[in-house]
Nanobody, 121 residues
Framework: VQLQASGGGLVQAGDSLKLSCAAS????????MGWFRQAPGKEREFVAL????????EYADSVEGRFTISRDNAKNTVYLQMNSLKPEDTAVYYC???????????????WGQGTQVTVSS
């Protein structure tokens, strides 16, 4: 499975941004999709996940109510809509794919290259 993340950029606090992650190489609909992020000097952390047919979603407490994960299985793409962005959301965002509904990065077998999100105050 190959994952290609895009949509990052530099925004101001309070702005919105939508990340995309296009998948190829395997039946997208069979994969659990997740978003993780890593800020400078910090460990990679879970952001959101979405099950195969969008019946299960889970979010980190820090983004609950502001971020929304969604998927379009026809386009082999998962999205992360980020609203009310804060400077602490600044990080490299990674999409990931796996076979289990899990929030630990080790449960995901495939990773995209990451896209930088920078939120200025």
């Amino acid at each position: 499975v190959q994952l290609q993340a895009s949509g990052g950029g530099l925004v101001q606090a309070g702005d919105s941004l939508k990340l995309s992650c296009a998948a190829s190489g395997r039946t997208f609909g069979s994969l659990v999709m997740g978003w993780f992020r890593q800020a400078p000097g910090k460990e990679r952390e879970f952001v959101a996940l979405l099950s195969r047919i969008s019946t299960i979603t889970e979010y980190a407490d820090s983004v609950e109510g502001r971020f929304t994960i969604s998927r379009d299985n026809a386009k082999n793409t998962v999205y992360l809509q980020m609203n009310s962005l804060k400077p602490e959301d600044t990080a490299v965002y990674y999409c990931a794919a796996g076979s289990r509904v899990a929030i630990t990065s080790t449960d995901y077998n495939y990773w995209g290259q990451g896209t930088q999100v920078t939120v200025s105050s």
